[in-house]
Nanobody, 129 residues
Framework: QVQLVESGGGLVQAGVSLRLSCATS????????MGWFRQAPGKEQEFVAAITRNGGTTYYADSVKARFTISRDNAKSTVYLQMNSLKPEDTAVYYC??????????????????????WGQGTQVTVSS
């Protein structure tokens, strides 16, 4: 089975940067759409960012546009989330997810949780004021 392991979270002050990594097992990583979701205590899980299998298209939630950047390194089977100008409202557990692209296409598939087949354990990001 495919396994995803997130790392890079921690406690930081507002305004600084942080980079999350998600290492993925298996040799078919390059065929996956990869996404990042986050969930704050007492709130619903929300979409953050996604990147297509060839890296040609990226998607972002409005709340993180211009601050976060998603990228991938297929040689390392790893997806990254560069987070700049962090705000207290970014505090959440961040989850990495992989979509094998075996289902039917939907316009908004990249931000739909049910589109993804594998999920990581999550990494905590805490931003203080």
């Amino acid at each position: 089975q495919v396994q995803l392991v997130e790392s890079g979270g921690g406690l930081v002050q507002a305004g600084v940067s942080l980079r999350l990594s998600c290492a993925t097992s298996g040799r078919t990583f390059s065929s996956y759409t990869m996404g990042w979701f986050r969930q704050a205590p007492g709130k619903e899980q929300e979409f953050v960012a996604a990147i297509t299998r060839n890296g040609g298209t990226t998607y972002y939630a409005d709340s993180v546009k211009a601050r976060f950047t998603i990228s991938r390194d297929n040689a390392k089977s790893t997806v990254y989330l560069q987070m700049n100008s962090l705000k207290p409202e970014d505090t959440a557990v961040y989850y990495c997810a992989a979509d094998r692209n075996l289902g039917y296409f939907n316009r908004d598939y990249y931000k739909t949780k049910s589109s993804y087949d594998y999920w990581g354990q999550g990494t905590q990001v805490t931003v203080s004021s």
